[in-house]
């Protein structure tokens, strides 16, 4: 994701570079351009995890075929978890802020964010691998579940963080 940057830059017409020499308008585009290269990474961050339901389903499928229907309701429960985490992630706050706002959305608090959001993709990488390795055969899958649901509700912890970095709050 190290090219976002260079690649809006070079999909500017004409008319955008034209716009940049107008004052004001400068700034207020590289503001919105951070705020459009962080939900680009975000959705990519929620998109790894959308195999994972993929995975997670055929999971449920092998665990009915096989008989091992104890295992279900945990599976089912975990990939609720997954949806909610994944959804937060795609489709959380640009960081906007407006003329009156209590709290100002500078482009420091933009480049936190924007920070914050791709250190989400090494955590989405360990729910990946760690829904790669579930089988339905498997003596340990209860306890492979459980390790996920925490990885899960880690994640959704670490997300929760998110808002700090634009209000301030912790600091």
């Known amino acids: 994701m190290a090219g976002i940057d260079e690649r809006i830059e070079e999909s500017k017409n004409w008319f955008e570079r034209f716009l940049e ?3 004001g308008y400068r700034g207020y585009k590289k503001k919105e351009l951070r705020r459009e290269t962080d ?3 975000r959705v990519y961050v929620a998109g790894r ?3 994972c339901l ?3 389903d055929d999971l449920k499928l092998a665990l009915i ?3 091992r229907l104890d295992a279900l309701a945990d599976v089912d429960a975990v990939m609720r978890r997954l949806r909610k985490v994944r959804d937060r992630i795609q489709f959380a706050d640009y960081g906007y802020s407006g003329m009156f ?5 500078g482009v420091e608090q933009l480049d936190e ?3 914050f959001d791709r250190g989400l993709g090494n955590d989405a990488d360990g729910i990946v691998d760690l829904v790669a390795d579930l089988a339905a055969d498997s003596s340990s899958l209860s306890a492979d579940i459980k390790l996920l649901g925490d990885r899960i509700d ?3 912890t670490r997300f929760s963080e998110r808002d700090d970095l634009i209000t301030g709050v912790g600091r």
């Open 21 to 23: 020499k107008v004052p």
């Open 39 to 41: 939900k680009i990474e």
């Open 49 to 51: 995890l959308d195999p």
């Open 54 to 56: 993929s995975k997670l």
């Open 65 to 67: 075929e096989s008989g």
């Open 101 to 105: 706002d209590a709290t100002k959305v």
């Open 113 to 115: 964010l924007r920070a």
């Open 154 to 156: 880690a994640l959704d």
